[in-house]
Structures are given as structure tokens and as C-alpha cells.
């Protein structure tokens, strides 16, 4: 059987979700400069940032209907990423 290397390997641990957001996770609204953290929701495929990424701070950089345009450090460089709402969480939120 060929060896895979999907961009989900090896996450059956890393990507379980233990708790469940409402709807007012989704209704959020984030301005330019607001500070958020990564963290993947696995129910919801579209729009799911890099697993790399997963439990990272953020910077907002553009806002859209469905969609955020997140800047986040990794280590010398600022790595720009598009992510949904369901895989964002405000800093200080659970």
C-alpha cells in the first residue's frame, strides 16, 4: 500500500475536538489588529489552516464575510494564512 502524505497525517490526536462552539463563535466579528489564537475545529474541513499552525497566536490582519486573513510569526518570518471562523478563537476566549 503506498505511503501517504495528505496534509491531515498523522492528527488523530492532534485534531480532536473535546468541546463544542455555538453559534456565537461564528458571529463574531474581528477588526484589523486583533489578537486570536489558532485552534482547529475538525469538524469543519473548509477553510482548515495548516496543522502547523494549530495553538498559535495571530494577528488580524483583513476581515471578511466567512474568511480572516491572519498574520502569524514563525520564528525570524511573519507567515501570512486564511483561515475560517470556526478554526479562530479571540485571545483571552477558550
Avoid at 486573513?69 to 518570518?77: M, Q
Amino acid at each position: 500500500m503506498p505511503k501517504s502524505h495528505g496534509a491531515r497525517r498523522r492528527t488523530r490526536s492532534l485534531l480532536r475536538s473535546s468541546n463544542k462552539k455555538g453559534l456565537s463563535s461564528l458571529l463574531a466579528e474581528y477588526a484589523p489588529n486583533d489578537r486570536v489564537v489558532i485552534k482547529i475545529d475538525p469538524t469543519q474541513v473548509k477553510g482548515m489552516p495548516h496543522r502547523r499552525f494549530n495553538g498559535l497566536v495571530g494577528t488580524v490582519k483583513d476581515s471578511g464575510r466567512r474568511a480572516v486573513t491572519i498574520e502569524v510569526p514563525v520564528g525570524n518570518k511573519v507567515k501570512t494564512l486564511i483561515a475560517r471562523k470556526e478554526h479562530i478563537v479571540r485571545m483571552g476566549e477558550s
